[in-house]
C-alpha cells in the first residue's frame, strides 16, 4: 500500500515553545490530508482538512492560530502547534488521501508523540 | 457522514475466528465502509473496504447486508498479534471526512 511518513516520531519541548510536524506521502499525491489527535485510550479525534493550496478547515473547538496547517504541495503538509502548554501533549497523526472519486483509500502516519514539559 | 457504534471491547483466543459488527443505520447512498486496525502508538493501518455484500482480502471479510444498515468485519484464526483496536468508518471516501467513533478494542487471549 502507499506510505505517509510523519516526521519526527516523537519530540520533547518546552512549555512556550513551538513544535512543527512534517506528513509526507512518498509515492502518491495526496489531494487531502487530515490531522488527528489522540489521548490515551481514546480514539483519534480529527483536528482539521487540507486541500492542496487551500486553507485548512479546522473542526469545531479546534483553535487555527495555534495549530498552523500548512499544504503547500501534493506531498507534503505540516502542523505547528504554536506556544505549545503540557496540555497539548498527545499523539498527532496524518492521514493522506490522494486519487479521484471512486474507491480511494486514505493512508495514515506512524504518528508523532508530543511532550510538553 | 453516518454515525457508527461498535462494541467497546471484544476479547477472544488464538486461533478463533472473530466477527465485530459496525451499526450505520443512516449511511448514505454514496457512503463506503472502512474497516482500519491501530495498534499502541501507531496510526491506524487500512484493513478492508466495501460497499455490499462480502468483500475479502488476504487478512479479512467484511459482510454487509442488503439494507447497508450495518456491517461485520470478520477475522479468520485471530493471533495474539491481532489484539488492537478496530474501526469502522462510514462515508463518501474521496470527499468525506474521516470521522472515528470509539472503535472496538479487541484482546486477543493464548
Known amino acids: 500500500g502507499a506510505v505517509v511518513s510523519q516526521h519526527p516520531s516523537w519530540v520533547i519541548c518546552k512549555s512556550g515553545t513551538s513544535v512543527k510536524i512534517e506528513c509526507r506521502s512518498l509515492d502518491f499525491q495526496a489531494t487531502t490530508m487530515f490531522w488527528y489527535r489522540q489521548f490515551p485510550k481514546q480514539s483519534l479525534m480529527l483536528m482539521a482538512t487540507?486541500?492542496?493550496?487551500?486553507?485548512?478547515?479546522?473542526e469545531q473547538g479546534v483553535e487555527k492560530d495555534k495549530f498552523l496547517i500548512n499544504h503547500a504541495s501534493l506531498t507534503l503538509s505540516t502542523l505547528t502547534v504554536t506556544s505549545a502548554h503540557p496540555e497539548d501533549s498527545s499523539f498527532y497523526i496524518c492521514?493522506?488521501?490522494?486519487?479521484?472519486?471512486?474507491?480511494?483509500?486514505?493512508?495514515f502516519g506512524q504518528g508523532t508523540r508530543l511532550t510538553v514539559v | 457522514l453516518a454515525k457508527t457504534t461498535q462494541p467497546i471491547s471484544m476479547d477472544s483466543y488464538e486461533g478463533q475466528e472473530v466477527n465485530i459488527t459496525c451499526s450505520h443505520n443512516n449511511i448514505a447512498t454514496n457512503d463506503y465502509i472502512t474497516w482500519y486496525q491501530q495498534f499502541p502508538s501507531q496510526g491506524p493501518r487500512f484493513i478492508i473496504q466495501g460497499y455490499k455484500t462480502k468483500v475479502t482480502n488476504e487478512v479479512a471479510s467484511l459482510f454487509i447486508p442488503a439494507d447497508r444498515k450495518s456491517s461485520t468485519l470478520s477475522l479468520p484464526r485471530v493471533s495474539l498479534s491481532d489484539t488492537a483496536v478496530y474501526y469502522c468508518?462510514?462515508?463518501?471516501?474521496?470527499?468525506?471526512?474521516?470521522?472515528f467513533g470509539t472503535g472496538t478494542r479487541l484482546q486477543v487471549f493464548p
Open positions: 487540507s486541500n492542496e493550496g487551500s486553507k485548512a478547515t479546522y
Open positions: 492521514s493522506a488521501r490522494g486519487g479521484q472519486g471512486g474507491n480511494t483509500e486514505a493512508f
Open positions: 468508518l462510514v462515508g463518501e471516501i474521496d470527499t468525506d471526512k474521516l470521522i
